[in-house]
């Protein structure tokens, strides 16, 4: 990717030396380069002044120079998480919601809402015999 640097120079004799730094850092190196050892960038530069003055002469407007990155080997490239961690956490998630479940139990969360009967009255019936009506 190309970045286009603009700074003014206000004062200067006979010559300026113009300095630029870059940084890869190790995890992109990883990521974007995971299968090789070493890359090689080559950095390319040129230099224009705009400037009222008539005589301004720029030697070594372009340049070239070729940068090699190495891997860290003091870097361990990240393998991953072990099988048994995945199995303690998934185990230790049981638990917890179990745990869980069983104070709610206990504390009366899953029993149904009983509803009190209706405030009616309640009639008997009685029977009366043939004779008496």
């Known amino acids: ?8 120079l206000h004062s200067f004799e006979r010559a300026a030396v113009l ?6 850092w190790n995890s992109t190196f990883l990521e974007e380069f995971l299968a090789v050892t070493s890359v090689e960038l080559i950095v390319r530069a040129s230099v224009s002044v705009t400037s009222s ?3 301004l002469v720029l030697k070594d407007a372009s340049t070239q120079i070729p940068v090699t990155i190495y891997l860290d080997p003091g870097v361990a490239v990240a393998g991953g998480v072990p099988w048994w961690v995945i199995l303690l956490a998934v185990l230790a998630g049981i638990l ?10 206990k504390l009366g969360f899953f029993r149904r809402a009983r509803y009190a009967p209706p405030a009616v009255p309640q009639y008997h019936a009685v029977k009366i015999p043939r004779e008496e009506r």
């Open 96 to 105: 917890v919601l179990a745990l869980l479940v069983f104070i709610l139990w």
């Open 53 to 55: 003055i008539k005589n």
């Open 19 to 24: 300095t630029a730094r870059g940084r890869l």
């Open 1 to 8: 990717r190309c970045l286009a640097f603009r700074c003014p």
